[in-house]
């Protein structure tokens, strides 16, 4: 069923933590990953947001320590 919903784009959210966003922004960029979100400061951290060949929403996320 997961495999399905993300197929269809209809995953909603997927998170995935770094320990540097900034970098991975640029690398992910490089690659052609079109980002719908730059790297923004947040209160639980920083994060930045793009969407996957299939629309599912995927958000890189950086903790603050």
């Given at each position: 069923m997961v495999r399905a919903a993300m197929s269809q784009g209809l995953a909603g959210a997927v998170f995935l933590a770094?320990?540097?966003?900034?970098?991975?922004?640029?690398?992910?960029?490089?690659?052609g990953v079109e980002f719908t979100e730059p790297p923004e400061p947040r209160t639980y951290g920083i994060d930045a947001g793009f969407r996957d060949p299939s629309g599912n929403q995927v958000r890189l996320t950086q903790e603050l320590r």
């Open positions: 770094t320990d540097d966003v900034e970098r991975d922004y640029r690398e992910l960029s490089a690659r």
